[in-house]
T-cell receptor, first 112, second 113 residues
Framework: EAQVTQNPRYLITVTGKKLTVTCSQNMNHEYMSWYRQDPGLGLRQIYYSMNVEVTDKGDVPEGYKVSRKEKRNFPLILESPSPNQTSLYFC???????????FGPGTRLTVT | KQEVTQIPAALSVPEGENLVLNCSFTDSAIYNLQWFRQDPGKGLTSLLLIQSSQREQTSGRLNASLDKSSGRSTLYIAASQPGDSATYLCAVRSGGSNYKLTFGKGTLLTVNP
């Protein structure tokens, strides 16, 4: 079964200090994406990637960057984090065979 | 723009009851619908996926139905147990090449022993 790993799982940082949340998969799935989850707003897509070097914005991309240099990894980069980016972040992959999406365990980010 | 609504927002039942969670979506042109379970502070676990051409899917005590024309899905849980307590999320994938899921806000289920 597909597995998605995120690191770190918990992070407390200060405004403006660049950070990266890593996401890796144990299979060779092409499609990966990032979501954030906030109380009252649910899960919203930040960025997605259809394949290596192919990325595009989701619904809430402001303040985030991504890269996809290899198929297994899809890091989320916050160049200058702000308190409104305090959230629970999930990386997901799609198994194109079954069309099922699998989510990582989540990264809880607090920006003070 | 696709919108997904889940009713009720919270549900509390005694152990052993059968229950139904509801999900509705505004755009019936969906590719598939997926039900997830989320435990507090944890990730999402996929429960069932229904393709747009299917009417229902079953896994153990869970049965999910899909009525695409009316924009509705239900998740039926039989003989509920305290271990079923969690938030249940409904998500739809609309047509197109983007695999984005649009999520409802979830139903918080509590099963009391």
């Amino acid at each position: 079964e597909a597995q998605v790993t995120q690191n770190p799982r918990y992070l407390i940082t200060v405004t403006g200090k660049k950070l990266t949340v890593t996401c890796s998969q144990n299979m060779n799935h092409e499609y990966m994406s990032w979501y954030r989850q906030d109380p009252g707003l649910g899960l919203r897509q930040i960025y997605y990637s259809m394949n290596v070097e192919v990325t595009d914005k989701g619904d809430v991309p402001e303040g985030y960057k991504v890269s996809r240099k290899e198929k297994r990894n899809f890091p989320l980069i916050l160049e200058s984090p702000s308190p409104n980016q305090t959230s629970l972040y999930f990386c997901a992959i799609t198994d194109r065979g079954s069309n099922e999406q699998y989510f990582g365990p989540g990264t809880r980010l607090t920006v003070t | 723009k696709q919108e997904v609504t889940q009713i009720p927002a919270a549900l509390s039942v005694p152990e052993g009851e059968n229950l139904v969670l509801n999900c509705s979506f505004t755009d019936s042109a969906i590719y598939n619908l997926q039900w997830f379970r989320q435990d507090p502070g944890k990730g999402l676990t996929s429960l069932l996926l229904i393709q747009s051409s299917q009417r229902e899917q079953t896994s153990g005590r869970l049965n999910a139905s899909l009525d695409k024309s009316s924009g509705r899905s239900t998740l039926y849980i039989a003989a509920s147990q305290p271990g079923d307590s969690a938030t249940y999320l409904c998500a739809v994938r609309s047509g197109g090449s983007n695999y984005k899921l649009t999520f409802g806000k979830g139903t918080l289920l509590t099963v009391n022993p």
